[in-house]
């Protein structure tokens, strides 16, 4: 079986008076259906993995392939097209357009792909709002609706083109608990639809002992998860 | 090519007042350079119409390019020959109606034969040079307008009197002479004749109205001293713009010289030229400021909105779709700006002709302006034109923000 994501010694180093290494020789494999939660202190790299994941950044050195496909020589189009295709972000911020209704921002990503009619975009992004319960606030904006809402409205939206992959960084960091529980409560049951995996970046090890794997990241490498975690 | 008319849209409703400062930047802008195209077209092609009006196209007259070498220069080639007086030639065009049947039978102009002299307008002691041009009243019609710019008396009156003359309004007004005075004229050739003033003509040419006189073809054949002298044919061609390629081939086939306005004139061609170069070069430096104006806003939206972009890149929305959404943006203000820009102009330019003014000198007129499609499409490209490099830069730049760099400084 071809891994879904796959890396091989993957390096990142910042370019700058001091040259910063983020991650070093990270050799991974993510299969579908997996639930990996990316654990690790404050500035270990974790987030910088996820990036890397998620095509959003380039490694200095090393590869990362996405079903098999090396990506570091692709251009940025080509990387923004396997993204749009098979990867799904939710961020720690909701990063939701301000101007735009929830359910523009979730239809967003399948207008950029351009495979459906507008028609079906429209009821795919209310078909996702209605699963995440927010049938109601399809047409408030963002600024309308609770912390926990617009999360749930930015899951929608990385669910839009039906990815492989959903990548998640602190998705619940700025959530209450009940937020929290109820955001990574959901995240949780896209875990296996049609093989589809979920990476979570998180700092709570009480919501990494849920994931199926844990990769625990420390000085931009992978090290054993800690015993009394 | 929906989604980024959608966002772009979007954005410039976010930003109002501005998007309408920018627009009204555009429309200033393209308003004012549609006004003074106008107005300085207008102008220019109504001076020319005048002058084009009052002179004839083209004068043929019984001189050549070149003089014709002397008899003796033929024959002794190499040498050089001094002291030698000159062969004169009997003046005048040869066989005038048949030169002008054979021009009429191919130009499409009309033909109208005169004879110009040299002459001095004698009244209560003064003298003052002028030309006078003996007509035939019939066929001058055909030629000028000079029937239509008598402020006194006639055309047709010239054969009314003996010896009558029309005068230019101005020379008219130097020798203090009225409609019925009596002048003395005097040729180069000492001969002299006293003719009456019957009519006043004012061209608005002030060369033409200061030292020209019209009388009959004979009584100017009388004091050149050559019964049924012609030196001098003048056309009116169908096309006042042609007049140039016509004259050149009528110079060919008579062998006459053949000026046309264009030529008497060069100097004035050149001036109007060198006024065009000058308005166009104003009219390109008020739309080029105008679109500093959209360049500042397109500038201000995509700093404002560096988030938004990087999100939509995130997502995986390509570079050229956000670098378009911003071009749509200025498109869309360079689009209103210069439609609102060509109503202000109309009405600039409908205002700017209803303005009516005295010259000291003449009837009241109004400023002459014209309405051409040219001067909009002008004003209009470049202002879009302008608006698209406005927006170039700062959505290149926008385009090429990475995602990557946003995120991380967010969280």
Partial sequence: MTPLIETRKATRILRGEIDTTLVRDIDLAINPGEFVAITGPSGSGKSSLMYLLGLLDTPTSGDVLIQGKPTAKMDEDARAKLRLETLGFVFQFHFLLAEFSALDNVTLPMRALGKLSDKAMRARGLDLLTRLGLKDHAHKRPDQLSGGQRQRVAIARALANDPQVILADEPTGNLDTASTEQVFGIIQTLVGEAGRSVIIVTHDPHLARRASRRLHVVDGQLAPVPEDD | ?411
Avoid at chain 2, 86 to 100: E, Q, Y
Avoid at chain 2, 281 to 297: H, R
Avoid at chain 2, 393 to 406: D, F, G
């Fill in chain 2, 1 to 411: 090519m929906g989604l980024a008319i959608d966002i772009a849209i979007t954005h410039i409703r976010s930003r109002l007042r501005q998007t309408l400062v920018g627009v009204l930047g555009v429309a200033t802008g393209v308003g004012f350079s549609v006004m003074m195209a106008s107005l300085m077209e207008g102008s220019q092609r109504d001076f020319i119409a005048q002058l084009v009006d009052s002179l004839p196209h083209i004068t043929i007259s019984d001189e050549r390019r070149t003089p014709p070498p002397q008899p003796a220069a033929l024959i002794y080639d190499e040498v050089e020959i001094s002291n030698l007086s000159t062969v004169d030639r009997r003046r005048g065009i040869k066989n005038p109606l048949a030169v002008m049947a054979e021009i009429e039978s191919w130009a499409p102009a009309k033909v109208a034969p005169s004879v110009r002299a040299n002459i001095l307008l004698r009244q209560a002691g003064r003298d003052v040079g002028a030309v006078m041009l003996g007509i035939d009243p019939k066929r001058e019609a055909e030629v000028s307008n000079i029937a239509s710019k008598m402020v006194e008396g006639s055309l047709d009156n010239l054969v009314k009197a003996s010896n009558a003359v029309l005068l230019g309004a101005r020379l008219a007004e130097r020798l203090g002479i009225r409609v019925g005075n009596t002048v003395t004229i005097s040729s180069s050739g000492g001969k002299t004749m006293t003719a009456t003033a019957v009519g006043i003509f004012r061209t608005g040419v002030a060369q033409v109205d200061d030292s020209q006189i019209y009388a009959l073809t004979r009584s100017a054949q009388v004091l050149a001293g050559q019964t049924g002298l012609i030196n001098e044919l003048r056309l009116k061609a169908n096309d006042a713009l042609g007049a140039r390629e016509l004259a050149a081939r009528v110079e060919a086939e008579t062998g006459y010289k053949a000026v046309s306005w264009q030529e008497a004139h060069e100097d004035l061609i050149n001036a109007f030229n060198i006024r065009n170069f000058i308005m166009y070069t104003v009219v390109g430096a008020i739309l080029l400021v105008a679109s500093f104006g959209t360049y500042n806003i397109i500038s201000t939206i995509t700093h404002e909105k560096t988030r938004d972009i990087a999100i939509m890149k995130s997502l995986g929305l390509r570079a050229a779709l956000v670098r378009r959404i911003f071009v749509l943006e200025a498109l869309v203000i360079g689009l209103i700006g210069m439609l609102a820009g060509f109503a202000l102009g109309f009405a600039m330019t409908k205002a700017l002709g209803a303005v009516e003014f005295r010259s000291p000198f003449g009837d009241a007129t109004r400023l002459p302006v014209i309405y051409s499609p040219i001067h909009y499409g002008l004003a209009g490209a470049i202002a879009l034109g302008a608006s698209l490099i406005a927006a170039w830069l700062p959505a290149r730049k926008a385009a090429s923000v990475n995602p990557v760099e946003i995120i991380r400084g967010a969280s």
